[in-house]
T-cell receptor
């Protein structure tokens, strides 16, 4: 067990709605990254947060946004949900400067 | 953008057999990592590699960072039923671009028959 926890574990939303996913980092880790994993694919980098600021972003539109809090926990917000947003959303925590990322169990989002 | 080509896509083996899978890229990577993912779970880090040519073991698992920095392989010796899962390679591209983002392959699905 990595110590990274995500909530909720499953979620069903309607197209056009907004969703917020939450992540608690492993103790001692100061960096949080979010990944999207479509069925049958590897995880794709959405963005990373360090010191409460976005620190790198993948090829995702601005309707994907995030927050990091002083206790290093994080949120992923997705606005105007589309059917293609259905995926497993993974949070990973790490120490700044380290590539060893430790993942939570993920949130399975279904958009109908 | 950077892409990782992971092969094979799937493997069906008998318990006790050795397994080999690999990952290649047209770009250079600073770090290679191997993860295992089981159904309903997030990826679990197995091995991390930091230097070209590095060979690292973790129990029955052995992984190597290719000399060209464009490839890596993972071997599993004497497979057991609990090795079942999807194995992903992941790399940190060079240059980093300011974040420690990881690029993942599409995974190798391993099935072990008892």
């Amino acid at each position: 067990e990595t110590g990274v926890t995500q909530s909720p574990t499953h979620l069903i939303k309607t197209r056009g709605q907004q969703v917020t996913l939450r992540c608690s980092s492993q103790s001692g880790h100061n960096t949080v990254s979010w990944y999207q994993q479509a069925l049958g694919q590897g995880p794709q980098f959405i963005f990373q947060y360090y010191r409460e600021e976005e620190n790198g972003r993948g090829n995702f539109p601005p309707r994907f946004s995030g927050l990091q809090f002083p206790n290093y926990s994080s949120e992923l917000n997705v606005n105007a949900l589309e059917l293609d947003d259905s995926a497993l959303y993974l949070c990973a925590s790490s120490l700044r400067g380290s590539t060893e990322a430790f993942f939570g169990q993920g949130t399975r989002l279904t958009v109908v | 953008g950077q892409q990782l080509n992971q092969s094979p896509q799937s493997m069906f083996i008998q318990e006790g057999e050795d397994v080999s899978m690999n990952c290649t890229s047209s770009s250079i990577f600073n770090t290679w990592l191997w993860y295992k993912q089981e159904p309903g779970e997030g990826p679990v880090l197995l091995i991390a590699l930091y230097k070209a040519g590095e060979l690292t073991s973790n129990g029955r698992l052995t992984a190597q960072f290719g000399i060209t920095r464009k490839d890596s392989f993972l071997n599993i010796s004497a497979s057991i039923p609990s090795d079942v899962g999807i194995y992903f390679c992941a790399g940190q591209p060079s240059p980093q671009g300011g974040s420690e983002k990881l690029v993942f392959g599409k995974g190798t699905k391993l099935t072990v028959n008892p």
